[in-house]
Structures are given as structure tokens and as C-alpha cells.
């Protein structure tokens, strides 16, 4: 098992926290500490490569096989049986991955912003240029790569830039990041979104709407959760800003699907 940067706080109904490609263990409800101030333990790690976390022994070693291993020895070396896996864009296809391999450790799902379609491959391009920006040239560069790639909104603009630098400063080995860009893109959690229907956990999924987040298709996570047979959706009104960018209000939706997974 890799050295993973691991944090577990309070008691109660079991949540796992896994957070997006080149985001660590805070980016998922973004520093909130109302789950385990609501009864909730919380299990959040950075993942390979990530954060605080050791990287992968081969620079390709990013792929889901790898992040669903991953998160397997995280449950088993903390005794857990079964848990709520929370996950934004990459870790919600490694809890799908999961939920798809060892359904009986699944007790529910929060899928934040999944964006994986297997009949419509991530564009390779733009992964690798960001990959270089950052291995060459670090944050500055990355950040520059990152909102001409994006097409953001100018309504979003300015926050989205200031939390993706943020983030990027949080990696003790950028290089590492900059290996998991060109792998994680070329991965599958799954080959077809047929299997969705075989995902039986109670599951809420929570999409921003496109303007804000370009790179987490709406009609993606919404396709999902209609394919899946206990899963609802959850979105922000229109106007406001996405839901996933809440922690308070995201931590909300998670702490009510694991009261419900766990009642």
C-alpha cells in the first residue's frame, strides 16, 4: 500500500471524502467541518500522487484500477466493512469503480459532478497540455493553461482561477500531478453505462449546471442518474452558484444520504 495522506474525524455513519484530479483531501466540501460536527466519521486522504500522499512507483500508475485499489486499502486498513463514498469528478468514477467491483462495502453514493462517458473520450489534448504547463512551468503556467483550455464563463472566472491555484499549492510532488494529468484522462472506470443499472446503493448526484462548470457536462451526471435504479439528482437554482462549490451546503446533502444509507 502507498503512504496516503489519510485525515479521520469524529463518529457515527461512515463517509469516505474523495476529492478531483490535481485537488487534495479538503477540495471536496472544500474545508467544512459540519459532517463529523453532525454525527458523521469522516475519512478524506489525498490521493497517489496528490497532496501529501506518496506517488505512484510508475508514472503511469494513475489509472482507476490503481485509485479503486487504492481506496480498497484505505477501508480495509481502518477496519471499515461498509461506507458512504462522496466523490468529486475523478473520485466519484473511483467510487463508481468501486461501488461496480465490491458492491457489499458500498452503503450509499455521492457523485459530485461526474464527467466519465465512455462513448464520448475526455479531449487528450488539452489534459497533456495542462500536464506540461505544470511539470515545465508550474502553478503560474498551469493556471494560464487552465483558463484559456476552460471557455469559463466570466461570471466564474475569477473565483475558479483563485481555487485552482490554491490547490496546485498544495502538492508536495507537482511532477507526480503532472503524470496523474496524462493518465487519468486515458483511464476507464467502466466500459459502458449499461452497468450503471447493476449499482443498487442509495445514491444522490450532484451536477452544476454548464455555464459554471464546462468540464462536468450536466446531461453526463444527469444520463447516470437516471441509469441507476436508487439515485437522484441534485443541482443548484439557476443563477446561483454550483452546489459542489458549497461545502456547507454540499456537506448537507452528503450527511442526509448517509443518515438515510445507514437508518
Not at 15 to 36: C, E, I, N, Q
Not at 118 to 125: F, I, K, N, R, V
Not at 153 to 178: F, I, M, N, S
Not at 204 to 226: F, K, M, N, T, W
Amino acid at each position: 500500500m502507498l503512504r496516503l495522506a489519510i485525515d479521520d474525524q469524529g463518529e457515527g455513519p461512515v463517509v469516505v471524502l474523495l476529492h478531483g484530479l490535481t485537488a487534495t483531501r479538503r477540495y471536496v466540501v472544500m474545508g467544512s467541518k459540519s459532517l463529523p460536527r453532525s454525527g458523521h466519521r469522516v475519512i478524506a486522504y489525498d490521493a497517489r500522487g496528490h497532496g501529501e500522499s506518496e506517488p505512484a512507483p510508475a508514472r503511469e500508475a494513475y489509472g482507476y484500477e490503481c485509485l479503486a485499489a487504492d481506496l480498497l486499502d484505505v477501508l480495509d486498513s481502518l477496519g471499515l466493512e461498509r461506507a458512504v463514498l462522496a466523490g468529486a469528478s475523478m473520485g466519484a468514477h473511483t467510487a463508481l469503480r468501486v461501488a461496480l467491483e465490491e458492491p457489499d462495502l458500498v452503503a450509499g453514493l455521492v457523485l459530485i459532478t461526474p464527467a466519465f462517458h465512455p462513448d464520448h473520450p475526455p479531449g487528450l489534448e488539452r489534459w497533456d497540455r495542462l500536464s506540461e504547463a505544470l511539470r515545465s512551468g508550474g502553478v503560474d503556467a498551469f493556471v494560464e493553461a487552465y483558463g484559456d483550455a476552460e471557455h469559463l464563463d466570466e461570471r466564474y472566472r475569477e473565483t475558479v482561477l483563485k481555487v485552482v491555484r490554491q490547490r496546485l499549492g498544495r502538492h508536495e510532488r507537482p511532477d507526480a500531478v503532472a503524470d496523474a494529468l496524462r493518465c487519468v484522462p486515458r483511464s476507464k472506470p467502466f466500459d459502458s453505462l449499461d452497468v450503471l443499472d447493476r449499482i443498487a446503493a442509495p445514491t444522490i448526484v450532484v451536477l452544476s449546471r454548464d455555464e459554471a462548470d464546462p468540464g462536468h457536462p450536466y446531461e453526463v451526471g444527469a444520463e447516470y442518474a437516471r441509469r441507476m435504479p436508487n439515485a437522484e439528482l441534485r443541482v443548484e437554482d439557476e443563477g446561483l452558484s454550483p452546489l459542489a462549490w458549497q461545502g456547507g451546503q454540499l456537506s448537507k446533502v452528503i450527511a442526509e444520504l448517509a443518515d438515510r444509507a445507514y437508518a
